[in-house]
Structures are given as structure tokens and as C-alpha cells.
């Protein structure tokens, strides 16, 4: 039972134009969420995060919505450039005796196209 | 100067080896992670230390077994490899709290032939 899901394995958008990436979730119990990206050979590095109590964050180019309702949650990156280009995961947080268990959907290759 | 750096980055062994990654953080983080991303590219949790306890077992076949000297450094020991643990094996580490999540090192591809 995957309690983060991705469902779109990738997508391909324009240079310039906005870039949004879905996540949906199943447990109430998440308190954080949060995206990473990350790059052939390496490994994930955060990107931007969200509280549970919020319903949206934003950092330079990179905003995260949150619908809790919908359980829901959607990465915009814009405007979009070829160095976005990489596995976007989103991932969800329950803490676990005094450990922040990551939960993690299985990305979405996002490329950039000039 | 490589936050959290684990070796080998390439590990390719016959089935029925032991063989061991090694994974050390310089962050002065308190919680440390291994997680295995499998050949669906699910990135799934197998263990977690906090200051050198074990705190997070999920359901990981004895053949591996954690090993935490202190709370920089977080072993995976795998004995008896079978071609199902061919995958990416990732460390990590965190603060206790942070919205950051966790800091990941690049990677261990591990391949059983």
C-alpha cells in the first residue's frame, strides 16, 4: 500500500512556461511535506517543504500548494529552466519515535525542453 | 568536504557474498537513515539511529543489519547476497525536527550477479 503517490511518471514542458508536478497522499497523519530533486548519480536534495497547517509555501521560483481536504499536493516551478531538469520527488513526514520517517512517491521526471 | 558521503559508490559481488557500505555525515545530525530505492524507483525506508539507537526497523530480512559506532557513522552489513538486493542504496541523516528533511549522500548501486 503506497501511502504517497505520483501518478504521472513524467512530464515535458517548455522552457519559460510553469511546470507542476502531483503528489496525493493517504494518511492523515503526515504533519510535513516536502520535495526533493534529484539528479542521475546523486542523491535527492530538498527543495521546499510545507506544513500540514498550511496550504501554501513559496520560495523564489518553486511554490507548494497543499489541499488536505483532497489530500493533495502540487509542486509549480515558474518560470520553468533547462536546469529543472531531474526526478522530482515528493515525499511525507510522520514523526516516529523522535525520527522523521520520510514517506516517499516514486518521482516524475521532469524535463525542460528549450 | 561532502556532508554526508557513503562508499562505495559502486559495489557489484556474486551471490552468497557479505559485503558492507559505509556511510558517515559531518553535520552533527543526531538521526541517521538507510533507505532503498528498488528497480520501480520507490525510495523505501529500512532503518533509522537516533544517537546511536536503533530506532526504526521496517520489514528488511536479517541478512541486513545496521551497525552504528556513533552517531556520525551509519554501516549497512548485507550477508548471503541475493540478486533481489541489487539496488540504489541511499544514507541519509537528519535533525530530530526539521523541515528541511533529510540530507541524502549519492548513492551505493549495488549489483549481485
Known amino acids: 500500500d503506497q501511502q504517497v503517490k505520483q501518478n504521472s511518471p513524467s512530464l515535458s514542458v517548455q522552457e519559460g512556461r510553469i511546470s507542476i508536478l502531483n503528489c496525493d497522499y493517504t494518511n492523515s497523519m503526515f504533519d510535513y511535506f516536502l520535495w526533493y530533486k534529484k539528479y542521475p548519480a546523486e542523491g535527492p536534495t530538498f527543495l521546499i517543504s510545507?506544513?500540514?497547517?498550511?496550504d501554501k509555501n513559496e520560495d523564489g521560483r518553486f511554490t507548494v500548494f497543499l489541499n488536505k481536504s483532497a489530500k493533495h499536493l502540487s509542486l509549480h516551478i515558474v518560470p520553468s529552466q533547462p536546469g529543472d531538469s531531474a526526478v522530482y520527488f515528493c515525499a511525507a513526514s510522520a514523526l516516529v519515535q523522535g525520527a522523521q520517517k520520510l514517506v516517499f512517491g516514486q518521482g516524475t521526471r521532469l524535463t525542460i525542453n528549450p | 568536504d561532502t556532508a554526508v558521503s557513503q562508499t562505495p559508490k559502486y559495489l557489484v559481488t556474486q551471490m552468497g557474498n557479505d559485503k558492507s557500505i559505509k556511510c558517515e555525515q559531518n553535520l552533527g545530525h543526531d538521526t541517521m537513515y538507510w533507505y532503498k530505492q528498488d528497480s520501480k524507483k520507490f525510495l523505501k525506508i529500512m532503518f533509522s539511529?537516533?544517537?546511536?539507537?536503533?530506532?526504526i526497523n521496517e520489514t528488511v530480512p536479517n541478512r541486513f543489519s545496521p551497525k552504528s559506532p556513533d552517531k556520525a557513522h551509519l554501516n549497512l552489513h548485507i550477508n548471503s547476497l541475493e540478486l533481489g538486493d541489487s539496488a540504489v542504496y541511499f544514507c541519509?541523516?537528519?535533525?530530530?525536527?526539521?523541515?528541511?528533511?533529510?540530507?541524502f549522500g549519492s548513492g551505493t548501486r549495488l549489483t549481485v550477479v
Open positions: 539511529y537516533n544517537n546511536k539507537e536503533l530506532i
Open positions: 541519509a541523516s537528519s535533525q530530530t525536527r526539521g523541515v528541511g528533511g533529510y540530507t
Open positions: 510545507i506544513s500540514s497547517i498550511k
